[in-house]
Nanobody, 122 residues
Framework: QVQLVESGGGLVQPGGSLRLSCAAS??????????MGWYRQAPGKQREFVGT???????NYADSVKGRFTISRDNAKNTVYLQMNSLKPEDTAVYYC??????????????WGQGTQVTVSS
């Protein structure tokens, strides 16, 4: 069982930055899991992939956030981060931390956090 707890969401103006954190506990890299990632869901829209980082440090991003968002890990703290820069109103969503199995070409999450709200508005 893996527990994931997100934090760091909030209200930010367009062009601003936020950093989300995901504290993980339990057997993160077991049962075939080798990656952690982020998804988001905007009001009235389907949940969409944001990005992942594997246990080997390989990163993959959605085209919509590439160049603006960066995923990183602190293995000592069992924490994954999502640094979001140059935020746009369309980035407004609930952001979910996940754990699962994946590579550059696919990702299959099997554990989800409760989500944290990010609102980009002036």
């Amino acid at each position: 069982q893996v527990q994931l707890v997100e934090s760091g969401g909030g209200l930010v103006q367009p062009g601003g930055s936020l950093r989300l954190s995901c504290a993980a506990s339990g057997s993160i890299f077991s049962r075939g899991r080798n990656a952690m990632g982020w998804y988001r869901q905007a009001p009235g829209k389907q949940r969409e992939f944001v990005g992942t980082i594997t246990s080997g440090g390989v990163r993959n991003y959605a085209d919509s956030v590439k160049g603006r968002f960066t995923i990183s890990r602190d293995n000592a703290k069992n924490t994954v981060y999502l640094q979001m820069n140059s935020l746009k109103p369309e980035d407004t969503a609930v952001y979910y931390c996940t754990a699962g199995s994946g590579s550059v070409t696919y990702y299959s999450p099997d554990s989800w956090g409760q989500g944290t709200q990010v609102t980009v508005s002036s």
